[in-house]
């Protein structure tokens, strides 16, 4: 029978699909797994279902090149080294779709959050710091009518625009390609980058995290957005340069920032933590019992495809198999 190791305790549903076809080993310690610890663990396997926190290389890779499969519980794959994997004829996989509303949904809470300072004034209270209303205390910014920036619009951008529909915002969005949904639903506008960051009230990111995306919001492009905007990023952390936001943030560059995800998980360039007009949340994006348990079974549906010698559903380099 072949074997699987699964380096995070993922939730049950897909463990007990896998175990009906393999033998199964879990890493049911919490946090992330050492690379030692993963080294050690995948020698004698046939796949792997790793998390984002993995950094899946050809170092692993040439370790068991018994491993058949890299199946990743996450839509992002910045962790996974695909080129290598399909040179090696190994194939990857990850879980798109799944995911796409929670994560769109996690957006709009930090989006909310930090226009109507919401965690601010949680604070306030529970710490009884509060002493009766006031006219002019915790102001925020308006989001109805307002305009919204999706920085690459592929599924999840996508999701979090139309969710914008409520607010009657103007949606503009910019990106690799023409979104003709979005275009028709929303009438939105395909602007450069630049345009985009000046004319928007909620700049939101959406990119795949990659050597082009890498900073693609740093001390210029802050520097371009208007100083009543928010930055919300449910993306990939390095996409913006976190020091330079911080700054933007400390000056008032801009009006505030909700960020689910970090330059350094689980670290954070130091002052942000300091900083009020922030929302910060611990990349919880797709994290809802529903998604969390679709991801276990998608990510153990396209490791059982694999091994079994199909192609599996989300695969990410077909081509490994030319
Ligand atoms: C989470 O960050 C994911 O890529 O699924």
Known sequence: MK???????????????????????VNERPGKLTRQALLENIKDVDGVLSSGTDKIDAELMDLNPGIRCFSNYAVGFDNMDVAAATHRRVLCTNTPDVLTDSTAEM????????????VESDRIMRTRQWVGWEPQEFLGGDITGK??????????????????????????????????????????????????????????????????????????ELALMKSTAYLINTARGPVIDEAAL?????????????????????????????????????????????????????????????????????????????
């Open 246 to 322: 911080v700054e933007a943030l400390k000056s008032k560059q801009i009006a505030g920032a909700g960020l689910d995800v970090y330059e350094f998980e689980p670290d954070m360039v130091e002052g942000l933590e300091l900083l009020e007009n922030t929302v910060l949340t611990t990349h919880i994006g797709s994290a809802t019992h529903a998604t969390r348990n679709a991801m276990a079974v998608k990510a153990a549906s396209n490791l059982i495809a694999a091994l079994n010698g199909d192609m599996p559903p989300d695969c990410l380099n077909p081509q490994a198999l030319d």
């Open 147 to 220: 305009t919204l920036g999706v920085i690459g619009a592929g599924r999840i951008g996508t999701s979090i625009a139309m969710k914008s529909r409520g607010f009657d915002m103007e949606v503009l969005y910019s990106g690799r390609r023409h979104n003709p949904e979005l275009e028709a639903k929303l009438n939105a506008r395909f602007v450069d980058m630049d345009t985009l960051l000046q004319s928007s009230d909620f700049v939101s990111l959406s990119v795949a995290l990659s050597a082009q995306t890498h900073h693609l919001i740093g001390a210029r």
């Open 3 to 25: 074997s699987v190791y699964i380096t995070r305790c993922i939730p049950q549903v897909g463990i007990d699909l896998l175990a009906q076809h393999f033998n199964v080993r």
């Open 107 to 118: 957006a709009w809470a930090l989006l909310m959050a930090v226009a109507r300072r919401v």
